[in-house]
Antibody, heavy 122, light 109 residues
């Protein structure tokens, strides 16, 4: 059974960089066809896709966050990571890592981590 | 940019039918998925490819997509269905972007 687990600091100061890692177990991150992703939910707001990465390193980012986001992959550790720079209180959220399944016509998210709360505060 | 719009809240009596809509320009040309999220839990996929249910999802959950609107229908709504529901689509053409609706809080009262 595929499992994903987020890890990283739960508190980040304003203007600093948020860094999270997702560790994948029960399957290989190098499995072809999957764009591993980060999704967040802010208090009182809905789900927001942050970005996705293929095991080869190809990335896609949410246009509204693109200037501040970097997602990377480490296949040797079966992990992928998120960096979000210049954070503000608006970036306080539960951050999920997830694996989608997609065909040429649709994409769905079928495996999710448990999520980790990151609070931006001084 | 492309947006998906959902009503913030829907209320339904137990045993009745709940309908949650998701609107987007020409949404019928994209496949819609729906997720259920309960407090303290990760989202769970309940409908994908407009109308299909993953294994383990009760058949009281169904979906449709026509014109500019996708709809999640919950028949015989139970108290356990009380949750936030999100629609999701994927723009794989020009921008490769995953889109989520703003979410609908379903209350069973």
């Amino acid at each position: 059974q595929l499992q994903l687990q987020e890890s990283g600091p739960g508190l980040v100061k304003p203007s600093e960089t948020l860094s999270l890692t997702c560790t994948v177990s029960g399957g290989s991150i190098s499995s072809s066809g999957y764009f591993w992703g980060w999704i967040r939910q802010s208090p009182g707001r809905g789900l927001e896709w942050i970005g996705s990465i293929y095991y080869s390193g190809t990335t896609h980012y949410n246009p509204s966050l693109k200037s501040r986001v970097t997602i990377s992959v480490d296949t040797s550790k079966n992990q992928f990571s998120l960096k979000l720079s210049s954070v503000t209180a608006a970036d306080t959220a539960i951050y999920y890592c997830a694996r989608p399944y997609n065909t040429a016509w649709y994409l769905l998210w079928d495996y999710w981590g448990r999520g980790t709360l990151v609070t931006v505060s001084s | 940019s492309y947006e998906l719009t959902q009503p913030p809240s829907v209320s339904v009596s137990p045993g009745q039918t709940a309908r949650i809509t998701c609107s987007g320009d020409e949404l019928r040309h994209k496949y819609a998925s729906w997720y259920q999220r309960k407090p303290g839990q990760s989202p769970v996929l309940v409908i994908y490819q407009d109308t299909k249910r993953p294994p383990g999802i009760p058949d009281r959950f169904s979906g449709s997509n026509s014109g500019n609107t996708a709809t999640l229908t919950i028949s015989g709504t139970q108290a356990t269905d009380e949750a936030d529901y999100y629609c999701q689509a994927w723009d794989s053409s020009s921008t490769w972007e995953v889109l989520f609706g703003g979410g609908t809080n379903l209350t069973v009262v």
